[in-house]
């Protein structure tokens, strides 16, 4: 990617551009021996959680090609949702669909729901916001289903331990568990990772990452409308608040955080950063509420002195680069040339990018499809398969870098784990009537990081 502020696609664009919205159908002619609970090679999955990314999910599920799959229960907190979800996903799968009315769940307990649909063995994909990651998994682990569920796993140090617990006992379940870091099912990063551990970039002295577009997703928000609970309006706008997502810093930036950490096969040990909010307000006057600062940039060092420095911003108008770097004693290289996993990859003799690679990655390959093809092949052929305590250490390491930002303080990766500020207790007894985990203060608003005045906590 350039660095061409006109043109910085986003995630949604680099999911269509490498197939992730396309329907493919399944074989029927290539069977594997028969793993599947019942007798039957058919895997049924259900979907939990409705937005882009739920339905992206399904496509890639139904995309799989080792045999029978097929999407039988649908479930999220609010209909509308539900209902536009279900009709994109007939007219990309629709002889994959078997969901009747009956098996559309509507409701802070509709996972459970969707969830009861299936048998053990079959597949449920939690695409909710992050703070329900918990709460699902541990129901899906009960119901003996194999999961696939998305970034961030935590947003918080407590959840982080629970998720850990989680992981190990949907381990000794012999479940499978896939975790939406699809940099790492990512064909040329694999090979510049085996390029970098077999020693062509020399030692990992620096790696610089960087997401800065304008505003996106629900970065930012107005005031709540009079007609919507607090609970429903930050669950709707999720990227907003930090107890739903961990704010734009883990939903947006984890990416990056997690596949550079990969290239040096390590987790940073600390971070310190900065950040800060300029626009507090939209062009037309109207004051946002949400928690984000829009510009942030931390510094991880590793526990041998290495650094690894991340940017984002999310400013109309601002320079736009959205890539990720590596460099060694022997050269450097392009991880991500555009968007979270977007390739080529490349590897350069010195430490300027201009001069012609000394490899370059061919692969394109769909990652978003990958990651699918290998969990359901893990899940048929009955191997073990379970990312989520890697999901948990990445979602640590990206808090580490959010919270340093809005406390202004350094944090360390057992700072972080340790910290006993839990965004959103109790999510396991919400219902809709329920208030949210984040209200107004007496002045109207919702609070913010404040660096400094609150060094301990996030707010």
């Known amino acids: 990617m350039t660095n061409d502020k006109t043109n910085v696609p986003s995630r949604r664009d680099f999911i269509k551009a490498t197939g992730g919205l396309a329907a493919a159908g399944i074989l029927s002619g290539f069977r594997f021996a028969d793993v599947h609970p019942g007798g039957s090679d058919l895997i049924q999955v259900a979907l939990v959680g409705c937005g882009g990314r739920g339905g992206g999910a399904a496509v890639n599920a139904m995309g799989t090609k080792s045999g029978p799959i097929k999407l039988v229960a649908m479930a999220d907190a609010f209909p509308d949702r539900l209902s536009a979800t279900f ?20 409701g802070f307990d509709a996972y459970k729901h969707a969830m009861d649909c299936l048998k053990p063995g079959d597949i449920v994909i939690l695409t909710t916001p992050p703070a329900f990651r918990w709460v699902h998994f541990q129901y899906a682990i009960s119901k ?23 992981a190990e006992d949907a381990k000794a379940a012999n479940l499978k568990v896939g975790v939406g870091l699809m940099s790492r099912h990512a064909k040329p990063l694999q090979e510049l990772h085996d390029r970098i551990q077999n020693g062509e970039l020399g030692e990992i002295l620096l790696m610089r990452g960087y997401r800065m577009h304008g505003p996106a997703g629900f970065f930012e928000s107005p005031a709540k409308p009079d007609n919507v609970s607090h609970l429903e309006y930050q669950i709707r706008r999720f990227h907003s608040f ?3 997502s961990g704010g734009c810093f883990s939903d947006f930036y984890i990416h990056h955080i997690d596949h550079l950490s990969w ?36 510094e991880y060092t590793f526990a041998d002195g290495a650094k690894m420095y991340f940017d984002g911003r999310c400013v109309t108008g601002a320079e736009g680069i959205y890539s990720s770097h590596v460099h060694g004693t022997k050269g450097c290289a392009v991880a991500a040339r555009a ?88 999510l396991d007894t919400l219902t809709s009537d ?7 203060g007496p002045d109207g608003k919702y609070p913010v990081p404040q660096p400094g005045i609150n060094p301990k906590r996030e707010y």
């Open 144 to 166: 003996k289903l194999n999961v696939f569920m998305e970034k961030p796993v935590t947003v918080d140090g407590p959840t982080s331990k629970r998720m850990f617990k989680l």
């Open 263 to 298: 290239m040096k096969n390590a987790w940073p040990i600390s971070a310190q950063a900065l950040g800060g909010r300029h626009y507090r307000v939209s062009p037309e006057g109207v004051p946002f509420v949400d928690q984000n600062f829009d510009t942030y940039s931390v």
């Open 87 to 106: 009709d994109n996903l007939k007219g990309a799968v629709g002889a994959q669909m078997d969901v009747p009315e009956e098996r559309k769940f509507i």
């Open 434 to 440: 329920s208030p949210s985990p984040l209200m107004p």
């Open 339 to 426: 968007n979270d996993c977007g390739g080529p990859s490349a590897i350069y003799k010195g430490q300027n990018v201009t001069e012609k690679p000394v490899w370059q990655s061919t692969d394109r390959s769909n990652p978003y499809q990958n990651e699918w093809d290998e969990l359901v092949m893990a899940i048929r052929n009955d191997k073990p398969y379970n990312e989520v305590k890697r999901g948990v250490e990445a979602s640590i390491v990206t808090s580490m870098g959010r919270m340093a930002a809005h406390t202004g303080q350094i944090i360390t990766f057992d700072d972080m784990l340790n910290c006993d500020h839990e965004f959103a207790p109790g």
């Open 242 to 244: 930090l107890w739903a």
